[in-house]
């Protein structure tokens, strides 16, 4: 919200510098964003009267202006502004003014006829961002004054950002009562007074639904001019605000919108029907807004209505079809009070967003709807004409919010702030913030404002008498704790080590958010129904994930977006899975990559990330646990791998997790680049280790024996490799498989692979008799169990 410093000091005067009143507000809460001019930097532009115009006598399109500045001759000035006219006050650039941009003013002709300076427009000024003539000033304006004093554009604009729970305060008279309670000033609310009806003109309102709007106040005012012009102070105190001036009947509600927080809006009564409903939409309402949208009200959504149909969208925007126009005379004031839930997420829903919704939204004083329409209808009157018929209010009491009395006790203040408050600074910091406060036996019994939503327990009372009386008050003690060494099982690898090898091997950690895309959710997980959000923040994050991949593919994908050519993400989080039980939250490690297998490099030729590379990264982990072998790799298919590159990982017999390349369907209906490789696994089963154990270190040399031999192509690497470990009894070290051949002298449907058996003995040289039988016995179990066949 956007404050102008002047109009606030008009209400109340700190006496503090913006800065000070800038820091003082950002320290309780309402957060200083920027402070800035209200207008750019001009010099020597002051007020001028146009005395007398004559035509051009080169151009149809300029007139010569004669123009008094309170000199002692008027200044002959040519001017091409299609709203200049004799007896017009307007800004005037005098010789040497130098205007925002650095544009100078200086002596010239204009088709042969001299200029002696440059009657202003509002753009021209740095007041606009386009204008259609001269900025018109007051007719009592004096010639000669300076149009900055005249406008008062010496001010700051002072933006704070407020949060969710400040709805008081998108108003100037909260946010001035905020700056008295701060100041120690007297706080005067406005006065509003009473406006005496001169007319007989009531126009009948229901509340249907008045738990959604409790209190609608209106009024009729016959008569008015929607051509007056809006006096050139609201004006500037709309546009140091953000609000553009658009004609007396929407700057009014807009102007008290910002004066004391009531959203109102102006209804043209020649264009109502019957009387004003308040309701919930219906099949078949149909309703075309202000900004020319035309929405279809759902079922949820509550109207303001006539007889024949829908006007608004309640507390949001108004209709087409009950606007004010130029040629409106008789106009019905609207100021009611809607229920924060019946309005929140409404205009998000139709790609709204308006200050009335912000507003009600956040939630509006309850009790403010009657004098904000009287305040409407006084400066409506003023500047307008018209003659005003009664108020009519609608209302429904037991649906109004009630106001809380709350148990304050001082003992309670001084457990949660760490100090004692004294007992008078208690009652007067809650008395300057609109409380009610009575004396009680062990304290306080408080009734907070109906403006104040965002309090409704005793902590929140002690939260605003701890800003009020200062952050910086608070007592600062160190916390007695006892000191304790955390337990570091050594039969448990830490999330801390996996993480640390992944990132030794390339990889970088993301975060995603743990909700997720319904169609990525399904693409990558078909099998399982994910829990959907009963609000969530957009349709694409609606649903909870039950695996870390939608999240990381997303992650990937962005990063290919932007020209990232190797990828290789891990993340760490909770699943949310289905169950029987309910929904069972697990730990799982996660990882992608895509791109080339190494970094650009000029000692190996570039080449693409295949399902190896990944399993070494995998392997990699699992070699933390210390029992590596433990772990089996099972060819299996899961709905997103692709169908030949997929493998399940088990522990004891137990699923751990996945590993493979993505689906090519998933890849392509993400329009993915290049071959995407994706792991994930389940903490729990990934954390046991192995305690470490010390083993003594053979003293005599190890024998290496490399062998080649032909098997099926369906046995698989780690089949052999169990087979060898059974076979090769305590000898046997090591097994290492170097290569892999198929082709000339290897039979179709069989594979030759080449591997290393390292045996050693702890207590004897091993002799070739040794060695060659310990082989032999290997081939042999080979042979037998896999049909093997040596390959010399």
Not at 141 to 169: H, K, M, Y
Not at 638 to 655: F, K, M
Not at 768 to 788: K, M, N, R, Y
Request: hydrophobic content about 40%; aromatic content about 6%.
């Amino acid at each position: 919200m956007k404050v102008s410093e002047q109009w606030l000091r008009d209400w109340v005067d700190s006496g503090l510098s913006s800065a000070e009143l800038a820091a003082r507000l950002t320290m309780v809460g309402l957060e200083v964003d920027s402070i800035e001019s209200a207008a750019p930097a001009f010099e020597q532009v002051v007020v001028g009267r146009v005395v007398s115009l004559m035509p051009h006598p080169d151009a149809d399109r300029l007139r010569v202006a004669t123009v008094d500045v309170g000199g002692a001759e008027p200044l002959q000035i040519v001017c091409g502004a299609p709203n200049v006219a004799v007896g017009m006050c307007a800004p005037t650039a005098l010789i040497g003014a130098v205007l925002p941009g650095g544009f100078k003013i200086k002596p010239s002709k204009l088709r042969g006829v001299q200029s002696q300076g440059m009657l202003c427009s509002a753009k021209e000024l740095g007041l606009a961002e386009s204008s259609d003539g001269l900025l018109p000033l007051p007719n009592d304006s004096q010639p000669g004054q300076d149009v900055r004093e005249l406008l008062g554009l010496d001010d700051a604009l002072i933006e704070i950002e407020l949060t969710p729970n400040r709805g008081d305060c998108l108003g100037m008279e909260g946010i001035a009562r905020e700056v008295a309670t701060l100041d120690r000033r007297e706080f005067r609310p406005l006065p509003v007074e009473a406006v005496k009806p001169t007319v007989d003109a009531v126009f009948p309102v229901v509340l249907r639904d008045p738990a959604d709007c409790p209190r609608y106040v209106g009024r009729v005012i016959r008569g008015v001019d929607p051509t007056a012009e809006t006096p050139l102070w609201m004006k500037e105190r709309l546009r140091r605000a953000g609000v553009r001036s658009l004609g007396p009947l929407v700057d009014v509600t807009n102007y008290v919108m910002l004066e004391l927080g009531q959203p109102m809006h102006a209804f043209d009564l020649d264009r109502l029907t019957g009387g004003i409903e308040v309701r919930r939409a219906r099949p078949g309402d149909r309703l075309e807004l202000l900004n020319g949208v035309v929405v279809e009200p759902d079922g949820e959504t509550l109207l303001i209505t006539d007889h024949a149909g829908p006007l608004a969208l309640a507390g949001i925007m108004g209709g087409e079809i009950s606007s004010c126009t130029d040629a409106t005379r008789d106009v019905f004031l609207e100021s009611a009070f809607f229920a924060p839930a019946s309005i929140a997420g409404r205009a998000r829903r139709y790609g709204l967003q308006t200050d009335s919704s912000y507003r009600f939204e956040r939630g509006v004083d309850s009790n403010l709807q009657r004098r904000a329409a009287e305040r409407a209808t006084q400066l409506l009157i003023d500047m307008a004409g018209g003659e005003p018929g009664p108020i009519i209010e609608a209302v429904s009491s037991a649906h109004l919010p009630a106001q809380p009395t709350i148990r304050l006790r001082p003992e309670r203040i001084r457990k949660l702030l760490g100090m004692q408050v004294p007992a008078d600074e208690v009652a007067n910091i809650l008395h300057r913030l609109g409380m009610t406060v009575m004396g009680h036996s062990d304290g306080w019994q408080v009734i907070p404002p109906s403006s104040r939503f965002d309090i409704t327990l005793e902590a929140d009372l002690i939260e605003e008498i701890d800003r009020i009386h200062g952050y910086h008050q608070l007592p600062s003690n160190r916390p007695l704790a006892r000191l304790a060494m955390s337990p570091q099982p050594e039969t448990q690898v830490s999330l801390d080590r996996f993480t640390a090898a992944l990132v030794q091997r390339g990889f970088q950690e993301a975060i995603t958010y743990s909700f997720v895309d319904p169609a990525l959710q399904k693409a990558l997980d078909p099998e399982r129904a994910p829990l959907p959000l009963a609000n969530p923040i957009s349709a694409d994050l609606a649903v909870m994930r039950t695996s870390l991949w939608p999240g990381l593919l997303k992650a990937l994908i962005h990063n290919q977006k932007r020209q990232q050519p190797r990828v290789r993400l891990f993340e760490h989080g909770l699943n949310f899975i289905p169950a029987a039980d309910g929904l069972r939250q697990e730990p799982y490690l996660g990882g992608m990559a895509v791109g080339f297998a190494l970094p650009e490099q000029w000692g190996l030729a570039k080449r693409s990330l295949d399902f190896f590379d990944l399993k070494a990264d995998v392997e990699a982990l699992l070699a933390l646990t210390g029992e590596p072998e433990a772990f089996t790799f099972v060819a299996a298919p899961h709905p997103a791998l692709h169908p030949g590159q997929s493998a399940r990982i088990e522990r004891a017999g137990g699923v751990v997790g996945w590993l493979g390349a993505l689906h090519p369907r998933v890849a392509r209906e993400l329009d993915v680049e290049g071959d995407v490789l994706a792991f994930e696994l389940r903490i729990v089963g990934l954390q046991p280790a192995k305690a470490p154990t010390f083993r003594d270190l053979s003293r005599f040399p190890a024998s290496r024996r490399d062998i080649a031999v032909t098997v099926d192509e369906a046995v698989t690497a780690r089949a052999i490799y169990d087979c060898i470990r059974q076979r090769g009894g305590e000898l046997l070290r090591d097994v290492r498989f170097f290569d892999v051949y198929r082709g000339k002298g290897v039979p179709e449907g069989r594979k030759s692979l080449a591997l290393g058996l390292i045996l050693q003995d702890f207590s004897r040289n091993l002799t070739d008799h040794v060695v060659e039988e310990a082989v032999s016995g290997i081939i042999a179990g080979l042979t037998e169990q896999f049909d093997a066949t040596l390959r010399v």
